[in-house]
């Protein structure tokens, strides 16, 4: 089994990546504090994406935090031409399990320097801003990201978990390349924010591509058409994002070389006009 590679996405108009991707969230330990509880297995997990042909990782500084980074460092040759590692920095991560925006711009420019450390590379791919923070203007952290692009720190600015007036506000500051919001097949609230992103050539990453299991009204309809593909209701939720929109990059995560397998797999189910009807209506 290997990568439907017909189908991909030019990241800031240069950085062609297959539109299925991996996150790598999960490759930390529980709550996503501390490292996993087999290292060499989250190894494992990395080496057999790259060997199936996932080519776009996505991580933060906040998953460990710094262990995501530090593994993907360790398994992959980031600083590949046929690769693109992504990472996000402005969240804190405690041991409550707590997610904390600190957009500060001083820290942002910090984060950048560690992130770049623990993958191994003196060029970030893609650069995300993981969250606004309420208590700094969001143009000031936008313009700290904006500075490393120019300093040649980063490649690629991104934003994370924005309004489409964020958006909007950032672009007029900097070239964004990526928005990575929540989004899936039973949570479309950032339809909006998508639609802005294919208006634009923006990629738009959706996080939670899966709803943590949770498909919500959707699930009969979706378990209805897997029958019909023998698919996993999980690969035709993959599916239906890919063909909802061109601009679309699900980062499905697992600690699993299984699951991986099975999420790639969704890149080759084909659903009929009627199939993706009714998961869309």
């Known amino acids: 089994m290997v990568y439907n590679e017909s189908d991909t996405f030019d990241i800031g108009g240069e950085l062609t990546v297959n539109r299925l991707?991996?996150?790598?969230?999960?490759?930390?330990?529980?709550?996503?504090v501390g490292p996993p509880a087999d290292e060499d297995a989250a190894r494992?997990?990395?080496a057999r994406a790259d060997e199936i042909g996932v080519d776009f990782v996505d991580t933060a500084d906040s998953y460990g935090p710094g262990v995501s980074e530090r593994l993907i460092g360790e398994a992959l040759n980031v600083d590949r031409d046929d690769l693109v590692v992504a990472t996000k920095g402005g969240l804190l991560r405690n041991t409550d399990g707590d997610w904390l925006p600190h957009g500060d711009p001083d820290y942002?420019?910090?984060a950048v320097l560690c992130s770049r450390d623990r993958l191994g590379t003196d060029r970030i791919d893609l650069y995300q801003l993981h969250r606004p923070d309420p208590d700094v203007a969001f143009?000031?952290?936008v313009a700290a990201l904006a500075e490393c692009k120019d300093e040649g720190l980063i490649d690629h600015v991104g934003l994370s978990n924005v309004t489409v007036e964020q958006l909007e506000t950032a672009e007029e500051m900097v070239e964004i390349a990526t928005v990575q919001n929540e989004y899936n097949v039973a949570n479309r609230e950032d339809e909006a924010v998508l639609e802005a992103c294919e208006q634009k050539g923006v990629g738009f990453v959706p996080w939670f591509p899966l709803g943590a299991g949770d498909l919500g009204e959707k699930r009969s309809v979706v378990e209805d058409v897997a029958h019909a593909h023998d698919a996993t209701p999980y690969q035709i939720a993959l599916a239906w994002l890919l063909a909802h929109s061109d601009v679309t990059l699900p980062i499905p995560g697992t600690s699993s070389v299984d699951h991986l397998e099975q999420n790639v797999a969704a890149s080759t189910i084909e659903l009929t006009t009627d199939e993706y009807n009714r998961l869309t209506e």
């Open 108 to 110: 942002l420019r910090n």
């Open 139 to 141: 143009e000031e952290s």
């Open 44 to 46: 494992d997990v990395l």
């Open 21 to 32: 991707g991996y996150g790598a969230m999960r490759l930390t330990g529980e709550d996503i």
